[in-house]
């Protein structure tokens, strides 16, 4: 595990332990092409944002690597489909390897270049971890018969849920919130935006809403953000933002404006691409809380860096394949 976490920081940029490229194994030079080859399709993996999702998953590795190591297979494997449609470098690695180190027999659909990704990561990750590639079958057209399926990056539609409401399902809904009091330091804000923009905020794990008080001063924050005014210069980013704006322009939608994402209370933006929405809640227990705490599921600000931990729904798929079981 530590191993292959020292490789994916050096592909990150960031070495671990600084290696000299001698020390590298093979595989390496096969990975990075293979890897680089999968991303060129798809123009929203920026290389900002690949080196992201490459150094945190192997941040998340190295803090989870006690409970991974741990994890035992389980005494009757079972097979567990996976639907994916990644709207981020990597995204889906954390549910698939806590599947796959816990013995499961995994079904992975994707995109052809994104499958290209999948099969280079864990083509990597197998020369470290002997038995997990074997755990994985790739899918091109129907599914074989299997006990559950997870579903990541697939929006919801009457078809696809009509499919799916037969087989015991896992969905990472997109509508993750932020609680912010207007005591959050300048580090609990970096974060936030952090969470907010990274990847132009379209995985599962970006938050979409913030509910705070009536009255907060949104300048701070709107300073925080500004880090990601680069992600304007990136064309189709720009086509969606300025499409959101004409329309809040011609609706008479009231709205901030940062550059380069767009601050609406009007629901009916939540989940575009652009823009935030926010949320005004009254004061009390759920804004005096404490910057990073959670209840009831929903993180109370930015502050946890939910977009840096690849196995931050360790929980929810633990208690998922436990469920398969019965």
């Known amino acids: 595990m530590q191993k292959f976490a020292e490789e994916l920081f050096s592909l990150s940029g960031e070495d671990f332990r600084l290696l000299e490229p001698a020390e590298l194994p093979a595989p390496h030079d096969n990975f990075r092409e293979q890897f680089l080859l999968s991303i060129q399709a798809n123009r929203w993996f920026v290389d900002e944002h690949i080196r992201y999702a490459l150094k945190w998953l192997a941040g998340s590795m190295l803090e989870s690597v006690r409970v991974l190591s741990a994890m035992k297979p389980v005494t009757n494997p079972l097979p567990v489909a996976f639907w994916i449609r990644p709207l981020t470098p990597l995204e889906g690695m954390g549910e698939i390897i806590q599947a796959a180190l816990s013995g499961h027999r995994c079904l992975i659909k994707t995109g052809v270049s994104n499958r290209k990704m999948y099969e280079a990561i864990f083509g990597m990750m197998g020369n470290?971890?002997?038995?997990?590639?074997?755990?994985?079958?790739?899918?091109?057209?129907?599914?074989?018969?299997?006990?559950?399926?997870?579903?990541?990056?697939?929006?919801?539609?009457?078809?696809?849920?009509?499919?799916?409401?037969?087989?015991?399902?896992?969905?990472?809904?997109?509508?993750?919130?932020?609680?912010?009091?207007?005591?959050?330091?300048?580090?609990?804000?970096?974060?936030?935006?952090?969470?907010?923009?990274?990847?132009?905020?379209?995985s599962a794990r970006n938050v979409k809403v913030i509910k705070v008080p009536r009255g907060y001063d949104f300048r701070s924050l709107m300073?925080?953000?500004?880090?990601?005014?680069?992600?304007?210069?990136?064309?189709?980013?720009?086509?969606?933002?300025?499409?959101?704006?004409?329309?809040?322009?011609?609706?008479?939608?009231?709205?901030?404006?940062?550059?380069?994402?767009?601050?609406?209370?009007?629901?009916?933006?939540?989940?575009?691409?652009?823009?935030?929405?926010?949320?005004?809640?009254?004061?009390?227990?759920?804004?005096?809380?404490?910057?990073?705490?959670?209840?009831?599921?929903?993180?109370?600000?930015?502050?946890?860096?939910?977009?840096?931990?690849?196995?931050?729904?360790?929980?929810?798929?633990?208690?998922?394949?436990?469920?398969?079981?019965?």
């Open 128 to 202: 470290h971890i002997p038995g997990i590639a074997g755990s994985l079958v790739y899918v091109d057209n129907i599914f074989p018969e299997f006990s559950g399926m997870i579903v990541i990056g697939e929006k919801e539609g009457p078809v696809s849920e009509s499919y799916l409401s037969r087989y015991p399902l896992l969905r990472f809904n997109y509508n993750e919130s932020a609680i912010i009091s207007g005591n959050e330091s300048d580090e609990e804000l970096r974060i936030l935006a952090e969470d907010i923009c990274i990847h132009f905020g379209r």
């Open 223 to 326: 300073e925080a953000i500004s880090t990601y005014g680069w992600q304007i210069n990136h064309s189709v980013y720009l086509n969606h933002y300025e499409y959101q704006k004409a329309s809040m322009l011609l609706g008479r939608v009231p709205h901030l404006d940062s550059g380069h994402l767009l601050l609406a209370e009007k629901k009916e933006y939540f989940g575009r691409i652009g823009v935030l929405v926010y949320e005004y809640v009254p004061p009390g227990p759920a804004t005096d809380m404490p910057a990073g705490s959670t209840a009831d599921g929903i993180r109370q600000s930015a502050q946890s860096g939910r977009c840096r931990n690849f196995f931050s729904n360790a929980d929810a798929m633990g208690c998922f394949l436990e469920k398969l079981k019965d």
